[in-house]
């Protein structure tokens, strides 16, 4: 366990120091197939095998970013490392290079040994190489995944499927080199295309119905080895040009902290990765006690009947043991309430990601017709005709004055401090306890890839699973339905055509207490969930390429196998967070 004292200066990235005077390169990547710029999420592309095909993820990492000088000297950076990411339209990155002219530029795809197998922990919550930020890391199987390349593909008169290409290991990063005049004497920018043809097309020829639909690069794969020799050539440099930045960044100041304060210890596993806590709203005890007084008290609600934890109960990890919640009148909601813990790994919330933080989130409830039916100015009137109310809120906020903006900030913080990270998993992993041979088969399965072709035969679920926080907090289409028109999930938010019945990841931390399950609540077992997965999911336009790569149905569990991977999930519960 890490004990972390938040203080509220802003921790600054070092870069490290490379040279007296070194100048800012903004290094842009466009991302093409065939020389046309890519949309993602359309089935019109068609590779060298005569496929077509679409592109649902591009997300890759760079490294050993190296300059050649005239002389024939290289320039390393070092420390220095990109993530890109498409379809989270992070396509720009900033490098610090000495000053200078140069006449090539060279970098890897991936990372070179020391890099993939470093202490992940140790990565701040805005470093490329922060696996709860960049969602590469591999976590317990070790090393980053350094280029993921997903989507669907169909040949004449098929269904479409899924593909999915890991790139990673080790030795199979991959060096790109770049001849091109770059005066460096100033800021510049470089934009660089990324062909994504090329890699599935040249000079190695891949076809998914051939030669594989999934790759996870393990020593003899052929895909990876065809990824790796068709790399270098997929990267070429558009345009380069002197820039002069005139952005500031402004620090972050810290919103109505109190004269008198106590910092939050903050709690958290030392497996886990650095979270980004918001940094005006840095964490103190006046605050989050508020906080959880707030989360308990019914006069949030119109007729005074409910409370936030009405619906997240602390016997159920925090989540609502029924179906669906009730709300004020009895009304009886369309969503099962998500449990919550370990929220300070998260961006967005609610299953569609419609609030962008927890304090948002926290006053949408209070709000819902369905929920608690209250307005704001209601809330505040409420609590500030009571005269428990308004020294907290000077205690928490320096001030009795008590706002809407207060109370969410004051949610905010108690929900944050609410950390899971002590079940038999972890003890284990710690070498306190020992799994049983059940609960070990089912660990591997949930670990390894359904991969057929290189005679791997898991459950897969760690695509979106992974991570000691057991989610990538992504949003996914996992085959519950084969039409998309029944609860249209994070579309009904982003009005997206390719992000219908696509639902947030929940975390499995704590699983076996947090029943029922799904968006809707429909499965009431853990038995029923692996089920799904085995042999209940529905193919659709937006299916999860991850899941659509399988055989229909899904990957079809013998029996032992489905009551091994119910028993490995029961290891995730963490009763000292339940009881306390």
Same mark, same amino acid.
């Given at each position: 366990?890490?004990?972390?004292?938040?203080?509220?200066?802003?921790?600054?990235?070092?870069?490290?120091?490379?040279?007296?005077?070194?100048?800012?390169?903004?290094?842009?990547?466009?991302?093409?197939?065939?020389?046309?710029?890519?949309?993602?999420?359309?089935?019109?592309?068609?590779?060298?095998?005569?496929?077509?095909?679409?592109?649902?993820?591009?997300?890759?990492?760079?490294?050993?970013?190296?300059?050649?000088?005239?002389?024939?000297?290289?320039?390393?950076?070092?420390?220095?490392? &990109?993530?890109?990411?498409?379809?989270? /339209?992070?396509?720009?990155?900033?490098?610090?290079?000495?000053?200078?002219?140069?006449?090539?530029?060279?970098?890897?795809?991936?990372?070179?040994? *020391?890099?993939?197998?470093?202490?992940?922990? %140790?990565?701040?919550?805005?470093?490329?190489?922060?696996?709860?930020?960049?969602?590469?890391?591999?976590?317990?199987?070790?090393?980053?995944?350094?280029?993921?390349?997903?989507?669907?593909?169909?040949?004449?008169? #098929?269904?479409? /499927?899924?593909?999915?290409?890991?790139?990673?290991?080790?030795?199979?990063?991959?060096?790109?080199?770049?001849?091109?005049?770059?005066?460096?004497? *100033?800021?510049?920018?470089?934009?660089?295309?990324?062909?994504?043809?090329? &890699?599935?097309?040249?000079?190695?020829?891949?076809?998914?119905?051939?030669?594989?639909?999934?790759?996870?690069?393990?020593?003899?794969?052929?895909?990876?080895?065809?990824?790796?020799?068709?790399?270098?050539?997929?990267?070429?440099?558009?345009? $380069?040009?002197?820039?002069?930045?005139?952005?500031?960044? %402004?620090?972050? +100041? !810290?919103? @109505?902290?109190? %004269?008198?304060?106590? !910092?939050?210890?903050?709690?958290?596993?030392?497996?886990?990765?650095?979270?980004?806590?918001?940094?005006?709203?840095?964490?103190?005890?006046?605050?989050?006690?508020?906080?959880?007084?707030?989360?308990?008290?019914?006069?949030?609600?119109?007729?005074?009947?409910?409370?936030?934890?009405?619906?997240?109960?602390?016997?159920?990890?925090?989540?609502?043991?029924?179906? $669906?919640?009730?709300? &004020?009148?009895?009304?009886?909601?369309?969503?099962?309430?998500?449990?919550?813990?370990?929220?300070?790994?998260?961006?967005?919330?609610?299953?569609?990601?419609?609030? !962008?933080?927890?304090?948002?989130?926290?006053?949408?409830?209070?709000?819902?017709?369905?929920?608690?039916?209250?307005?704001?100015?209601?809330?505040?009137?409420?609590?500030?005709?009571?005269?428990?109310?308004?020294?907290?809120?000077?205690?928490?906020?320096?001030?009795?004055?008590?706002?809407?903006?207060?109370?969410?900030?004051?949610?905010?913080?108690?929900?944050?401090?609410?950390?899971?990270?002590?079940?038999?998993?972890?003890?284990?992993?710690?070498?306190?306890?020992? $799994?049983?041979? +059940?609960?070990?088969?089912?660990?591997?399965?949930?670990?390894?890839?359904?991969?057929?072709?290189?005679?791997? @035969?898991?459950?897969?679920?760690?695509?979106?699973?992974?991570?000691?926080?057991?989610?990538?907090?992504?949003?996914?289409?996992?085959?519950?339905?084969?039409?998309?028109?029944?609860?249209?999930?994070?579309?009904?938010?982003?009005?997206?055509?390719?992000?219908?019945?696509?639902?947030?990841?929940?975390?499995?931390?704590?699983?076996?207490?947090?029943?029922?399950?799904?968006?809707?609540?429909?499965? /009431?077992?853990?038995?029923?969930?692996?089920?799904? @997965?085995?042999?209940?999911?529905?193919?659709?336009? #937006?299916?999860?390429?991850?899941?659509? %790569?399988?055989?229909?149905?899904?990957?079809?569990?013998?029996?032992?196998?489905?009551?091994?991977?119910?028993?490995?999930?029961?290891?995730? #519960?963490?009763?000292?967070?339940?009881?306390?």
């Amino acid at each position: 366990m890490r004990n972390v004292r938040f203080k509220l200066c802003v921790v600054g990235l070092l870069l490290g120091v490379i040279g007296a005077h070194a100048t800012a390169l903004e290094l842009s990547l466009n991302h093409v197939f065939n020389g046309v710029p890519v949309t993602l999420d359309s089935m019109q592309y068609r590779n060298a095998a005569n496929e077509i095909m679409s592109v649902e993820r591009v997300s890759y990492l760079l490294s050993n970013f190296a300059f050649e000088r005239a002389d024939g000297k290289w320039i390393e950076l070092n420390e220095q490392f &990109v993530w890109m990411d498409v379809a989270g /339209k992070r396509t720009n990155a900033k490098l610090e290079v000495p000053d200078g002219t140069y006449r090539a530029t060279r970098f890897a795809v991936g990372l070179d040994a *020391k890099a993939n197998s470093s202490d992940t922990t %140790k990565y701040l919550a805005d470093h490329p190489l922060n696996p709860n930020l960049n969602g590469l890391h591999w976590s317990w199987q070790g090393g980053y995944i350094f280029l993921a390349l997903e989507g669907k593909y169909q040949t004449t008169n #098929t269904e479409p /499927k899924g593909y999915s290409y890991h790139f990673a290991r080790s030795n199979n990063c991959t060096p790109v080199t770049l001849a091109a005049n770059l005066d460096l004497s *100033k800021d510049a920018r470089m934009v660089v295309d990324f062909d994504i043809a090329t &890699v599935l097309n040249s000079p190695r020829v891949l076809s998914f119905a051939k030669d594989g639909a999934s790759t996870h690069s393990r020593n003899g794969d052929p895909v990876a080895s065809a990824i790796r020799a068709n790399l270098p050539g997929a990267f070429h440099i558009r345009q $380069f040009f002197q820039t002069t930045d005139t952005t500031q960044n %402004k620090p972050v +100041q !810290p919103l @109505y902290m109190p %004269k008198e304060f106590t !910092p939050y210890r903050f709690n958290m596993s030392a497996m886990f990765p650095i979270p980004s806590l918001p940094r005006d709203n840095p964490l103190i005890e006046e605050r989050v006690s508020l906080g959880d007084k707030l989360f308990h008290e019914k006069a949030l609600s119109k007729d005074g009947s409910i409370s936030c934890a009405s619906c997240h109960q602390n016997s159920s990890a925090f989540s609502d043991p029924r179906e $669906f919640s009730i709300g &004020v009148r009895k009304q009886v909601g369309t969503r099962h309430a998500m449990p919550l813990f370990n929220m300070a790994w998260k961006s967005s919330f609610f299953w569609d990601g419609r609030a !962008p933080s927890l304090r948002k989130q926290a006053l949408m409830p209070i709000q819902d017709h369905a929920e608690m039916d209250q307005t704001l100015d209601g809330a505040v009137s409420n609590l500030t005709a009571r005269a428990e109310y308004p020294p907290l809120f000077e205690k928490a906020f320096g001030s009795k004055k008590i706002t809407a903006e207060k109370i969410g900030l004051a949610i905010e913080q108690f929900v944050l401090t609410l950390t899971s990270f002590d079940s038999k998993f972890d003890r284990v992993l710690r070498g306190q306890e020992k $799994f049983t041979e +059940q609960e070990q088969r089912g660990f591997e399965l949930f670990m390894t890839e359904y991969e057929p072709r290189m005679g791997n @035969y898991g459950a897969d679920c760690f695509h979106c699973h992974g991570g000691p926080l057991f989610s990538d907090h992504q949003f996914h289409n996992n085959g519950l339905d084969a039409k998309n028109d029944l609860d249209t999930g994070r579309y009904r938010f982003t009005q997206i055509d390719s992000d219908r019945s696509k639902f947030a990841t929940p975390s499995l931390r704590n699983v076996a207490l947090t029943a029922p399950y799904m968006h809707d609540g429909r499965l /009431k077992t853990l038995e029923a969930v692996v089920e799904h @997965y085995s042999t209940g999911v529905k193919r659709s336009p #937006t299916l999860d390429p991850n899941i659509a %790569k399988h055989p229909d149905g899904g990957i079809h569990l013998s029996a032992p196998d489905k009551q091994a991977l119910v028993a490995f999930l029961k290891t995730l #519960t963490d009763q000292k967070f339940v009881k306390n």
